[in-house]
């Protein structure tokens, strides 16, 4: 009986992403789901990115956390157009669903982005199954984390288009090994691995280039 409820969610809401990404696919956006665990840096990652590459690649946010607007304040002092969902006021669900972003798509200039970015709530389990009309998934893990992620987490990593590795700053401090890391991720997906430090922008050339890419395949052409 759960599982049937469970299904008939999960596809309610599939149907909610298609229209989602019909909406984003006229306006020519590209849309990233970012996925981590709480703290690994998806913010962070977002403000070193917006500070390159905004207002050249028109960036725009949809922040999902369980409360509090800090996230989208954060990218806002960026000078990206950011909007916040705080799921405490629907349900307090730990992930994003297509209904939240469909609201949320509702208080942007759609016009003015290219490149949509929308942080899930911090949790690498149940973001993993609700679609929410995205082009790309970005899987944000840190080194504090330790380098089992991948192989204890398979179906959010499997599932990434591209997946970040943040503070790596912190390697000198850890008994993390890359080697490790990047064997447990090539046994559940082949997407492409940028470590980087959101905090010393060690790393981020390889990752703001993927982030072009990504708009030049898929939303308008620079
Ligand atoms: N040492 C180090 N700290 C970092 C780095 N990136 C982020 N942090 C710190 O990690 C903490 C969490 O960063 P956030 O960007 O808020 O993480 P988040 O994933 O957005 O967190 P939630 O939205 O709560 O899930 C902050 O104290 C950041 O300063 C990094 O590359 N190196
Ligand atoms: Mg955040």
């Known amino acids: 009986m759960r599982v049937e409820v469970l299904e008939r969610i999960l596809k309610v809401n599939d149907a909610l992403a298609e229209e989602v990404r019909a909406a984003l696919d006229r306006a020519g956006i590209v849309a990233v789901n970012v996925i981590g665990s709480p703290g690994s840096g998806k913010t962070a990652l977002l403000e070193q990115t917006a500070a390159v590459l905004h207002p050249r690649v028109r960036l725009g ?38 209904s939240l972003v469909r609201m949320a798509l509702a208080r942007l200039r759609l016009e003015e982005i290219e490149v949509l970015f929308v942080e899930n709530v911090g949790n690498l389990v149940c973001p993993s199954a609700y679609g929410l009309g995205e082009h790309l998934r970005v899987v944000v893990a840190s080194v504090p984390e330790g380098d089992d992620k991948p192989a204890k987490y398979p179906a959010t990593f499997a599932r990434a288009s591209a997946v970040v590795l943040n503070k790596v700053d912190l390697l000198p401090v850890t008994d993390f090994s890359m080697a490790a890391f990047a064997e447990s991720l090539r046994a559940v997906s082949a997407a492409p691995l940028f470590p980087l430090s959101a905090r010393t922008g060690e790393g981020l050339g390889g990752w703001l280039a993927w982030v072009e890419a990504q708009r030049a395949d898929w939303g308008r052409a620079p």
């Not at 946010?61 to 989208?72: C, H, K, N, P, S």
Request: net charge negative; aromatic share 0%; proline share 3%.
């Open 61 to 98: 946010v949809i922040e999902g956390d369980i409360a509090t607007t800090r996230d989208a304040e954060r990218l806002v002092r960026c000078g990206v157009p950011a909007v916040q969902i705080e799921t405490r006021l629907v349900g307090g669900a730990c992930h994003l669903d297509a």
